[in-house]
């Protein structure tokens, strides 16, 4: 058998792609094992698997030995050597003074006592938690799981016990034998002799524990702490022990004259659990604390305190990202520990930056990113034993949530390769090691890591059959191998046909155990007589049982209905910070879960979740590939999608409805697929499997036919492609080789010219528009051929420049540009007018991993890329590109449809079909300040920082498509409103002027009037209801302009501004009436009943500076910004005694925008914080939050309505536009009409444990 690789390091980032580059040229090779490289490369084989392994770098002969082995360039290789160890020495010199400071953030690990002066946020709890502990002997903390409550305990309480003796234990799967240890340890008795007197009477634990801990402290009271107490209902099999274990807590804590208090810590979901249990719901009663989430100060606290203590600063934009993201996200504290560490990694010197938070992965990837990053980084033997140590750690059961639970250290066996990957895991940790057990360092990691949790769905069966027999295996080693242990009949039989499949997952222990019992099953065989005695006694003891229980039921139905709304809330904030997890991944799982929740118990934070997860883009899951897909292919002319993969099929896609795309034909060969292609007509179909290409007749998609095979004389085809008239196909070959296909007679292709490309095997040969050029890829370059002769191609330019692997290449179909992709992590465009010297125009560099594909949309205008994830890039402007989206990726190819509207983005969960109109609005390249409906609501208007106003057609809001652009060269655009009737939109810019355009063809604006401030930008403009009058502020002054001829605006009169310049203008809906804002303390009402004199109103409320204010549709309210975070609501109905009615606070960060419905029963709000808050002012006086809008990455200046009330779109200093469906009647029948099949049993089980399943479509 081959040597395993060992894993990556991940402490060194360039020479982990150093590394890692080396492994994928060998993987490009074919994967010689090592001894055939010794063989060429004249080193021993140890030495050449040391040079991959990322350890250290190897020298620069070895290097070179192994690459010339391996095919690559060597004289590239000599200079990446170079370029790594002058990297290396620069870092070497610079660690000495970094490498003695700890992080300030502990990542996904719980704090510990000695973490108390890194712990912040939680003073207000940790005092309530004194408080009561001092009050009640004993108290019961509940949360959800990633509220805090571990770290409550141990860096809260403990840290600030009074000096009490302390204990802290979690149970395991044995509480009492976990019990005895602790006191043996605190004593000096032994264990078993403490066991003994615990199972003898469990009242006997109160005095061990005085005498262990208060044999010094006579006045005080002793403390014990149980951690995680739900382990003793998911690990703790046997009912008696787990019985048995709360009788002596209860006692211990509750006996006349007790001087133990005793406190547990509960995951919330596992409340009902503990209401079984009589004695404990009653010592509970009253004696409850709930840790929630934290506030938005108390995460600024936890945020930035622990790095200013070791002298960090993090920048405030991500403070208020970090609070804001964090605040939509129900038990996001773990998640934002380890974003926070991650950030902290990447820090520039002593900052932590957005930047390198966003590299982590932030709050919603970062624990999936360094799983992720860990897992890929082992060779294949590595990634199997990472499995199943994760398996091991996962209590997996029907009625409750996935746990985290400890395994010890023998229960792995002793492989190396077991042994090197806990190492890997617990250094990134995702793992701890403590004494002999082994567990995952916080169950955030089951929730939010795809990969783990695919593992825990596939055979959750299979999953609970093992752990059964692994607490089996260990409860009889512990009974010393008693025989009365031992699996018997029924469950003896599942657990053997489960091990036959399985013997690789068995550890000794276990095997040794099954042994024992199908030993034991055959003397019982021969004993009948005693067997049926035996079964006698477990009818009577199953009777007796049966007893109790029946007893037991009239105690804890009352406890069951106090509990189940609180279980319903607890399992309604796990799921949806699940479905806030899979957003990306897994649309149509996310909306459905999250609707699910809410339907199982509204609240706050259910409708928050809907509200931002249907706002995220939405894109159709195509599953059924057993293994990565490798290619894909759109049918010119039919919605047909071809999709390849290694699983050794090919299938054919009916995607004329992308939300229910349909299965035609599967193709299977004997080999893995590695292409797939169509001719332009779309009646041929190409694929590469085993090294030949194979030709299928697709006139009929649903009834494929082969044609022909065809290959080089090597046969190592490895990649296929048409050439634009059909007529001619190209082929990379692994022989380093490329070569033109005449396919004329499509059952009988023959050879043009097979020529030699590049020093590597290539990746897939593409064709120029017009087919006279042909582009290949291989090694770290792209070269260009002339293929007009088609028997005898010549050499063009060469596209140098990638210091990676160059995998995929695409020619622009409007423009002579070619774009290529590398494993540098980079994607380049070329200017190719003279193909002969191709000029390097923009280097792409936002991917943070290895680039294997780039393709164009059919206009030319979008570039996506993939890599770990897709980009998609603005190429209007060949070299000046832009991002304007960011997808989930993960797999080798991407393809757009041939209409352009959606784009085929493979990934871990299968093929996301994805309508890039649902995408955000992205196409401005500055700040967006503004955001206007058209009266008809057809329309939408944007303006930003880039100098430009861009109208939309969002007739359906989730179909939205670009119409025209108005570019405004003087300035930055600030404020932009549409005339009543539709026909005329006015803008105010930087450069001092108003503009009015005529826009009746939104397609062809006309500009009708320049309007010139003459002091200073032009800030706010507004119509007014009758479109008779224009209002403009600036800095100084606000202009009244007559627009009855809006070819040439007459200015009526100019009012002296206020403050610090002018910040909004609007009217009334009568149009009497002006609102101003502004700063320094500038909020005014103006009467414009004559425009040509216009008159202050009384305005009594002032703010330190009011950047905005907007009446209601009915004119009766006024909303105006009371301070920097809080709105106030004024009744105008008597204009001159404006009076306030109510204030409104809830952002965390300063309000900028303020808009009404048209009907004026709520108001929207945006700010500083990176969202928008919708509220209910159908009583004014009595406003109430509805919702939290959550998905921008920076500042919303600006919120605007749709003229129906149903759509609200936001602006953002993130340079998007985002709309929102505010209507949760309209989210649900949406959601519903998407949903093509409903939560499966097992998705129901897996998510809502324990809860009857419903159909959250259902009576809707």
């Not at 991917?847 to 030319?860: K, N």
């Amino acid at each position: 058998m081959p040597r395993p690789e060992r894993p990556l390091s991940s402490e060194s980032p360039p020479l982990l792609e150093f590394a890692s580059d080396l492994r994928l040229l060998r993987e490009k090779a074919g994967k010689p094992t090592y001894r055939q490289l010794s063989e060429s490369a004249h080193y021993s084989v140890t030495v050449l698997a040391q040079a991959a392994a990322g350890r250290k770098l190897p020298s620069l002969a070895v290097t070179l030995a192994y690459v010339d082995a391996c095919g690559g360039d060597v004289d590239e290789w000599r200079a990446r050597w170079h370029s790594v160890a002058a990297d290396l020495e620069s870092a070497a010199a610079a660690a000495p003074a970094e490498k003695d400071r700890r992080p300030p953030f502990l990542g996904l690990a719980p704090f510990q006592p000695s973490d108390a002066d890194r712990f912040f946020g939680r003073d207000e709890l940790i005092d309530q938690l004194l408080r009561r502990v001092r009050q009640r002997r004993f108290v019961g903390v509940f949360g959800a799981s990633g509220s805090g409550k571990s770290s409550l305990l141990r860096a809260g309480l403990l840290a600030r016990a009074e000096n009490r003796p302390t204990m802290i234990i979690t149970p395991g799967p044995h509480p009492m034998d976990e019990l005895a240890l602790r006191l043996a340890r605190a004593t000096g008795r032994p264990a078993e002799e403490i066991r003994a007197d615990l199972a003898a009477d469990p009242a006997n634990l109160h005095p061990r524990l005085q005498r262990a801990l208060l044999a010094k402290r006579r006045h005080a009271d002793a403390l014990l702490i149980v951690d995680q107490f739900e382990e003793t209902f998911t690990l703790c099999s046997d009912e008696t022990e787990r019985a048995r274990f709360i009788e002596a807590l209860v006692h211990a804590a509750n006996r006349r004259g007790s001087r133990v208090r005793v406190v547990l810590g509960v995951r919330a979901d596992f409340y009902g659990h503990c209401g079984r249990h009589p004695e404990l719901a009653a010592a509970l009663r009253d004696a409850q604390i709930l840790v929630g989430p934290m506030s938005a100060a108390e995460l600024h606290q936890a945020i930035t305190k622990p790095a200013v203590a070791e002298g960090y600063v993090i920048e405030s934009a991500l403070v208020s990202r970090l609070i804001a993201e964090a605040a939509a996200q129900p038990a996001s504290l773990p998640l934002v520990s380890h974003a926070l560490l991650e950030t902290w990694r990447r820090r520039r010197g002593t900052r932590l930056t957005v930047q390198g938070y966003e590299e982590a992965g932030g709050i919603q990837h970062a624990i999936a990113r360094t799983a992720e990053e860990v897992y890929t980084s082992l060779d294949p033997e590595g990634r199997i034993a990472a499995k199943r140590i994760f398996l091991r750690l996962v209590s997996v059961e029907q009625d409750t949530a996935d746990a985290k639970c400890c395994a010890g250290l023998h229960s792995f066996g002793e492989s190396g390769t077991v042994t090197m990957v806990m190492e890997r895991l617990a250094a990134a940790r995702l793992i701890q090691l403590d004494d002999n057990c082994v567990q995952i360092t916080h169950e955030a990691l089951i929730r939010c890591w795809p990969r783990l949790r695919d593992w825990l769905t596939d055979d959750r069966e299979s999953l609970r059959l093992h752990q059964q027999l692994a607490a089996a295996a260990e409860t009889w080693e512990a009974l010393q191998e008693n025989p009365d242990a031992l699996y018997r009949g029924t469950r003896l039989a599942r657990a053997k046909e489960w091990a036959d499949g399985n013997d690789g997952a068995l550890t000794g222990r276990e095997r040794r155990f099954l042994a024992a019992g199908l030993a034991a099953e055959a003397a019982e065989q021969a004993t009948a007589a005693t067997r049926t005695r035996r079964l006698r006694q477990a009818v009577v003891l199953l009777a007796c049982l049966l007893l109790v229980a029946v007893t037991s039921v009239g105690y804890a139905v009352h406890s069951q209905r106090l509990v189940a709304d609180q279980r319903n809330q607890a399992l309604a904030s796990n799921v949806i910070t699940q479905a806030a997890a899979m957003r990306d991944e897994n649309p149509p799982l996310a909306l459905r879960l999250a609707l699910a929740a809410h339907r199982l118990a509204p609240s706050q934070a259910t409708r928050d979740s809907l509200f931002s997860t249907f706002a995220a883009p939405y894109a159709t899951l195509l599953t059924g590939h057993r293994s990565d897909l490798v290619a894909i292919a759109y049918q010119p002319g039919k919605a047909v999608l071809a999709t390849a993969s290694w699983d050794r099929t090919a299938v054919l896609w009916d995607v004329r409805d992308i939300n229910r795309p349909r299965r035609l034909a599967t193709l299977t060969l004997p080999d893995s697929l590695k292409a797939v292609s169509f001719s332009s007509d779309g009646r041929l179909m190409a694929t590469a499997s085993g090294g030949a290409a194979q030709l299928w007749d697709v006139t009929d998609p649903a009834r494929p036919a082969r044609v022909s095979t065809f290959a080089n004389a090597t046969r190592t085809v490895g990649a296929v492609a048409f050439g634009p008239d059909g007529r001619i196909a190209a082929t990379g070959n692994g022989d380093r080789t490329a070569q033109l296909w005449d396919l004329t007679d499509p059952r009988r292709p023959s050879s043009l010219a097979g020529f030699p490309a590049h020093a590597g095997p290539l990746g897939s040969p593409v064709f120029s528009p017009d087919g006279r050029r042909l582009l290949t890829v291989g090694g770290r370059t792209a070269r260009l051929w002339d293929i007009g002769d088609r028997r005898s191609p010549r050499p063009l330019g060469r596209l140098s420049g990638h210091t990676g692997v160059v995998a995929g290449g695409a020619f622009s179909p409007t423009a002579p540009v070619v774009a290529t992709a590398s494993w540098d992590h980079s994607v380049r465009l070329w200017d190719i007018s003279r193909p002969g010297d191709p000029v390097p125009l923009q280097v792409l560099r936002d991917h943070d991993a290895l680039v294997w594909s780039v393709a164009f949309s059919p206009d030319g205008t979008t570039l996506a890329s993939q890599g770990r994830t897709l980009r998609l890039w603005d190429v209007t402007r060949p070299g000046r590109a832009r991002e304007v989206a960011v997808l989930p990726g993960g797999a080798y190819t991407t393809a757009f449809s041939p209409d352009g509207a959606s784009i085929a983005v493979p990934g871990r969960a299968g093929l996301r079909l994805q309508d890039v109109r649902e995408l955000p609005l992205a196409d401005h390249r500055d700040v967006v300040a503004a955001v206007t409906f058209s009266p008809d609501g057809h329309t939408l208007a944007t303006a930003s920082w880039d100098r430009t106003v861009r109208l939309w057609d969002v007739t359906d809001p989730h179909r939205r498509s670009p119409l025209g652009v108005l570019t405004e060269a003087g300035g930055f655009v600030r404020s932009v409103d549409f005339s009543p009737d539709g026909r005329l939109l006015a803008s105010g810019s930087d450069d001092g002027n108003t503009r009015v355009y005529a826009v009746a063809d939104p397609r062809r604006p006309v500009l009708r009037a320049t309007l010139p401030a003459k002091d200073g930008e032009v800030t706010a403009v507004a119509i007014s209801p009758d479109g008779r009058l224009l209002a403009a502020g600036s800095e100084r002054t606000i202009s009244l302009w007559d627009l009855t001829e809006p070819a040439s605006p007459r200015r009526l009169t100019q009012i002296p501004a206020h403050g610090r310049g002018v910040h909004t203008v609007g009217f009334s809906r009568d149009g009497r009436v002006l609102s101003t804002s502004g700063g320094a303390d500038a909020g005014r009402l103006w009467d414009v009943t004559d425009p040509a004199v216009p008159r202050e109103l009384p305005f009594p409320f002032r703010g330190d500076e009011i950047p905005s204010q907007a009446f209601s549709a009915d004119g009766t309210l006024l909303a105006t910004i009371a301070d920097r975070q809080t709105v106030r609501l004024v009744d105008i109905r008597d204009i001159r005694r404006p009076r306030q009615v109510a204030l409104l606070t809830g952002h965390s960060g300063t309000v900028y925008a303020g808009a009404f419905t048209p009907d004026g029963r709520r108001l929207a709000t945006s700010g500083a914080d990176h969202t928008a808050k919708l509220w209910d002012i159908g009583d004014p006086r009595r406003p109430a939050l509805i919702g939290t809008f959550s998905g921008h990455t920076s500042d919303v200046p600006t919120v605007a309505f749709s003229p129906d009330g149903h759509t609200m779109a936001t602006g953002s200093n993130d340079y998007t536009v985002k709309l929102w469906e505010t209507d949760l009647g309209r989210i649900t029948a949406r959601i519903c009409a998407l949903a093509t099949t409903g939560i499966s049993d097992a998705d129901w089980k897996r998510y809502f444990p324990g809860v009857p399943h419903r159909d959250p479509c259902a009576n809707r």
